[in-house]
Structure formats: structure tokens, C-alpha cells
């Protein structure tokens, strides 16, 4: 069974950095790309980026380039979402999700369990 | 605010039919057979139902049909289930090379 493991909720201060993982279970982690998608407190579904953990290249939505950095480690088949200073305004859920085809960019057919960030003083 | 429109909330009957519509523009629904729909119930990561416009990946019922007409996007339930009430989004490529997202449709049954 294909599955993508993320890390475990994390409380930050501002200004704190983070970084989450997304691990895969199995499928064979360089033949897809892994997306990231924010869900605000009761709010709809944001696209923040893709990587194609073969060779990390990254392509981020406008509204999330130079916030945050999208990374993957082939060899532990891992992806990573990190952030250098966290605002109150990234608290969210954030979810990993694996790409149906290999250059697929919009349809997510694995998702992980999403990581709560929340960032409060 | 989404970059694709989609109304706030529907509703049906069970059994009867419900079409869920996702408006965007020709830079991103216009340009591209490149649509995808997701279900999302409370406390749950989505579910993709449909790819590419109208293809349903495997293990979804074919009561969930898609469909594109010029800048618009429609998803159709048919023979509506309690276990359909959740939330639905629509996604789309663009000609910038990424990918927006509906404001998300609440669908109560």
C-alpha cells in the first residue's frame, strides 16, 4: 500500500524556524513528485509547490516563492517544507502529496496525514 | 480569495443530482484539459475523484463525473449518498506553470 508519512504537529514562536518531512512507504519515491498544500484554520486548499525528488528541481506558486523552501533527500525518500522565520500567518495544516504520473503537477493521488503548524507568541 | 470560483455551498436530496461548478480564466481551466477535483471530509486529507477533466482514477464510484465547457469547470454527482456531504475543490493548471485551487464547494446531502 502507497503511503506518505508526515512528521508530527510543531508549535513555534515567531521568527522560529521548521522544517516537516513527508516520508514515502514504498512506491518507489523518485517516480513522482511530491506537492505541498496548505489548509488554513477552516479554509480551502492552497498549492504552494511541486519537486521532483530525482533531482530537486522545484517550482512554487508565486504566493509561496521565497517564503518558504521546498527540499528532497532521494536516498531516505524524503521531502522537506521548511521556513528560516515563521509568522502567525503560517499556521495551517500542511499536506504532502505524491503526483499521479511522473510530470503530473495538478492531480494528487496520495496524500499524508497533513502536520499542524501552529505559530503563536 | 481563489483563483478559481466555485460557489460556497450545495445541496441535494439523496438520490437526486448535484453539479458543482469551478470558473477560471483562459490562462488556466481555457488553456488546459488539466483539471482535477478532490473531496475532503472534516478532519481528513482530500481524495482525488477526478483527473484530467473527467477521468476517475480507480476505486471511484462513477457517480462522479467531470466536465469542462470554455473557462468552466462542472463536477456531477449522481444518485447522491449521505456519505458524499463534504467538501469539494476543483484545481487547474496554468500557463504560468503552476497550479491554483477553488475556494473549496461545502455539499450537503
Known amino acids: 500500500e502507497v503511503r506518505l508519512v508526515q512528521s508530527g504537529a510543531e508549535v513555534r514562536k515567531p521568527g522560529e524556524s521548521l522544517k516537516i518531512s513527508c516520508k514515502d512507504s514504498?512506491?518507489?519515491?523518485?517516480?513522482?513528485?511530491i506537492g505541498w498544500v496548505r489548509q488554513m484554520p477552516g479554509k480551502g486548499l492552497e498549492w504552494m509547490g511541486i519537486?521532483?525528488?530525482?533531482?530537486?528541481?522545484?517550482r512554487y506558486s508565486p504566493s509561496f516563492y521565497g517564503q518558504v523552501t521546498m527540499s528532497a533527500d532521494k536516498s531516505i525518500s524524503a521531502a522537506y517544507l521548511q521556513w528560516s522565520s515563521l509568522k502567525a500567518s503560517d499556521t495551517a495544516i500542511y499536506f504532502c502529496?505524491?503526483?499521479?504520473?511522473?510530470?503530473?503537477?495538478?492531480?494528487?493521488?496520495?496524500w499524508g496525514q497533513g502536520t499542524m503548524v501552529t505559530v503563536a507568541s | 480569495q481563489s483563483d478559481l470560483t466555485q460557489p460556497p455551498s450545495v445541496s441535494g436530496s439523496p438520490g437526486q443530482s448535484v453539479t458543482i461548478s469551478c470558473t477560471g480564466i483562459?490562462?488556466?481551466?481555457?488553456?488546459?484539459?488539466?483539471v482535477s477535483w478532490y473531496q475532503q471530509s472534516p478532519g481528513t486529507a482530500p481524495k482525488l475523484l477526478i483527473f484530467?477533466?473527467?477521468n476517475r482514477p480507480s476505486g471511484v464510484p462513477a457517480r462522479f463525473s467531470g466536465s469542462k465547457s470554455g473557462n468552466t469547470a462542472s463536477l456531477t454527482i449522481s444518485g447522491l449518498q449521505a456519505e458524499d456531504e463534504a467538501d469539494y475543490y476543483c484545481?487547474?493548471?496554468?500557463?504560468?506553470?503552476?497550479?491554483?485551487f477553488g475556494g473549496g464547494t461545502k455539499l450537503t446531502v
Open positions: 502529496a505524491k503526483s499521479r504520473t511522473p510530470w503530473e503537477l495538478n492531480a494528487f493521488d496520495v
Open positions: 514504498g512506491y518507489g519515491f523518485t517516480n513522482y513528485r
Open positions: 519537486i521532483d525528488p530525482r533531482d530537486s528541481d522545484t
Open positions: 483562459t490562462s488556466d481551466i481555457g488553456s488546459y484539459n488539466r
Open positions: 484530467e477533466v473527467s
Open positions: 484545481s487547474s493548471f496554468t500557463t504560468s506553470s503552476f497550479v491554483v
